[in-house]
């Protein structure tokens, strides 16, 4: 089974910090997406990206950054965090077109104090 | 502006009876759509999936029901279980034949199925 793991549960940052977020999936896939999940938002699309040192934003980039120099490894940067950008965060994998779907991780609390 | 629409943000059912979860598309060049069901702190997991070309799709006890004309299509679950207690979304692509695959998501509706 594909996997596609985050490298926390659950982080707590204050504001003003710089937040590294980590997502690795290992079965190649060419695709990487992080999203964001908030009550009553459903899933907000932020960066994603079809191929190493490629990026493309997504629906709500702002306050947002991302990198992708190996195939496998997709970072979410939070510049200097904010209150409002206390989320659940989930990366995800796909190997190429919609008829494969997303392979999601079981997501990154962040609390923003 | 959201292009994939799930109106009711929550249903309640009885264990045993039929669960309908509804879903509305803007983007008429949508032509693949995905059920994915999420548990609390977990990552949604892929349910079911239709092509455009079809109007139904059955696995077991999920069915999903696409309507071209209306842009509409629904996920029905028979029996319900509690197990089954869970946030669905709906997801749309524009490009089944593409390489990215990009899904547009729903807000989501909480299933609470009660014994």
């Known amino acids: 089974d594909v996997k596609v793991t985050q490298s926390s549960r659950y982080l707590v940052k204050r504001t003003g910090e710089k937040v590294f977020l980590e997502c690795v999936q290992d079965?190649?896939?060419?695709?990487m997406f992080w999203y964001r999940q908030d009550p009553g938002l459903g899933l907000r699309l932020i960066y994603f990206?079809?191929?190493?040192?490629?990026?493309e934003k997504g629906d709500i980039p702002e306050g947002y950054s991302v990198s992708r120099e190996k195939k496998e490894r997709f970072s979410l940067i939070l510049e200097s965090a904010s209150t409002n950008q206390t989320s659940m965060y989930l990366c995800?994998?796909?190997?190429?077109?919609?008829?494969?779907?997303?392979?999601f991780g079981s997501g990154t609390r962040l609390t923003v104090v | 502006d959201q292009q994939v629409k799930q109106n009711s943000p929550s249903l309640s059912v009885q264990e045993g009876r039929i669960s309908i979860l509804n879903c509305d598309y803007t983007?008429?060049?949508?032509?693949?759509f995905l059920w994915y069901k999420k548990y609390p702190a977990e990552g949604p997991t892929f349910l079911i999936s239709?092509?455009?070309?079809?109007d139904k799709n059955e696995d077991g006890r999920f069915t999903v029901f696409l309507n071209k004309s209306a842009k509409h299509l629904s996920l029905h679950i028979v029996p319900s279980q509690p197990g089954d207690s869970a946030v669905y979304f709906c997801?749309?692509?524009?490009?089944?034949?593409?390489?990215?695959?990009?899904?547009?998501f729903g807000r989501g509706t909480q299933l609470t199925v009660w014994p």
């Open positions: 995800a994998s796909s190997f190429g077109g919609a008829l494969y779907g997303y392979t």
């Open positions: 079965m190649d896939h060419e695709n």
């Open positions: 990206s079809y191929d190493v040192k490629m990026k």
């Open positions: 983007n008429s060049m949508f032509d693949y």
């Open positions: 239709i092509s455009s070309i079809k």
């Open positions: 997801a749309a692509s524009p490009d089944r034949g593409s390489t990215l695959g990009r899904l547009y």
